[in-house]
């Protein structure tokens, strides 16, 4: 056995769903080879190997690398003015009237220089991935025009491309009907499944396509023709479903074997049968919970019993979640979702990796997986959901290079 690199005098807390908690093993050591996990195990268990390198982790634990697997990273401005214009009163109508809301995002991003997008969204990469971060999921969504959407999408892919980090990207036209279409919501879907979807495709710009299905947005009838014309290009999908309403979104999205629905507040038994049904992971988004000041709590109970694996994320945009960091993120599914630090790790890494369809090589640490690590100056794992606002990220391995 020849390896590149062996990490020892760790703890590992492999993630793995079968076994100790956290999968973790103490006294541990990890190789990696040709940028994958070579081998691990307790020390004393380390076979005989050429070892290019060797260092001493002096007691760090080794996580896999954290995925934030639902984000709108790309867009330009922010929303603070009407933050502050709610807190000091403004109804959602009065803002709205002022051109605040998502269009005012959209406004923004369509006029945004290339060069703009591409700064601007790599800055908030560097913050998710200076927490250990090595993958994460990019929704375009704010373009909703064919050139704007095909726009955003090229620029997660120039940002795939230089940020060092993995990058997942995911079209998202189905996000909110754009002025152009207020009185011609199935115009728009028109647009969406006939001339936006294929050009997508043919570019190859996105690994999946998502929508939002909501009153305020996009019926389930719609939202179903977008998933026949992704299942038709062979693109799978996730759903932005029951966040505000029970609108059948997580049945939706498991009929169509979605890799993830999202949100989920309002789901019924029903919806979570469909996803334990379908295999298709909850993503949970407590910071949009937060920020909306929402008081209906996914029903986590129902999850836990039907094995429907749990992921979370952060959700990250300028007007319902403006949340970067993923660990924050964890800290919150404690506090407001009561999911153990344990479920917080997990959401954060193997049921992320899921949901993103990733998971043959990510999300855990196993023998012939890619070494993405995350290592960290910790006693215990549980404290990555504990600290909020603190970094004890050590060193951040992706593919078995440290960055
Ligand atoms: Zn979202």
């Not at 982790?57 to 995925?67: K, S, V």
């Not at 993120?329 to 979702?337: E, I």
Request: glycine share 8%.
């Amino acid at each position: 056995m020849n390896w590149d690199l062996l990490l020892t005098d760790a703890n590992i807390a492999t993630m793995v769903a079968e076994g100790p908690a956290y999968g973790a093993i103490q006294d541990a050591a990890l190789a990696i080879a040709d940028g994958n996990i070579a081998w691990l195990g307790a020390a004393q268990d380390l076979p005989e190997a050429n070892i290019a390198e060797t260092r001493s982790l002096q007691g760090r634990w080794i996580t896999p690398a954290l995925i934030d697997c639902h984000t709108h990273l790309v867009f330009a401005g922010n929303r603070a003015q009407e933050f502050e214009q709610r807190l000091k009163g403004a109804s959602y109508e009065e803002i709205a009237r002022a051109g605040g809301g998502i269009m005012s995002t959209v406004n923004a991003t369509r006029d945004a220089s290339t060069g703009t997008l591409l700064s601007q969204t790599q800055a908030r990469l560097q913050t998710l991935r200076a927490e250990g971060c090595a993958t994460v999921e990019i929704k375009s969504g704010y373009g909703l025009n064919l050139e704007s959407e095909l726009r955003l999408l090229e620029v997660v892919r120039e940002l795939e491309r230089n940020a060092g980090i993995s990058i997942s990207s995911t079209f998202l036209g189905a996000h909110a009907i754009p002025t152009e279409f207020k009185n011609d919501s199935d115009g728009y879907i028109d647009l969406v499944c006939n001339e936006m979807m294929p050009a997508v495709v043919e570019r190859e710009l996105a690994d999946a396509v998502d929508a939002y299905c909501e009153t305020i947005a996009f019926s389930t009838a719609q939202i179903a023709r977008v998933f026949e014309s992704a299942r038709a290009c062979g693109l799978p999908v996730k759903l932005h479903a029951d966040q505000l309403s029970d609108g059948g979104g997580a049945a939706l999205a498991a009929e169509f074997s979605a890799l993830s629905a999202d949100h989920l507040e309002y789901t019924t038994d029903s919806g979570t049968d469909a996803l334990a049904q379908a295999g298709t992971v909850a993503v949970l988004l407590p910071g949009a919970f937060l920020t909306l000041g929402e008081t209906q709590v996914p029903p986590i109970e129902q999850l836990r019993d039907k094995r429907v694996p749990i992921a979370i994320a952060t959700d990250c945009n300028p007007g319902t979640s403006p949340v970067c960091s993923l660990r924050t993120t964890m800290s919150l599914a404690t506090s407001l979702f009561k999911l153990t630090p344990e479920e917080c790790l997990a959401g954060a890494t193997r049921n992320a990796a899921t949901a993103l369809g990733l998971e043959a090589d990510r999300g855990t640490l196993e023998t012939g997986k890619r070494a993405d690590l995350a290592i960290w100056d910790i006693d215990h794992p549980q404290v990555l959901s504990y600290w909020i606002g603190t970094n004890e990220l050590s060193e951040l391995f992706v593919a078995g290079q440290p960055l």
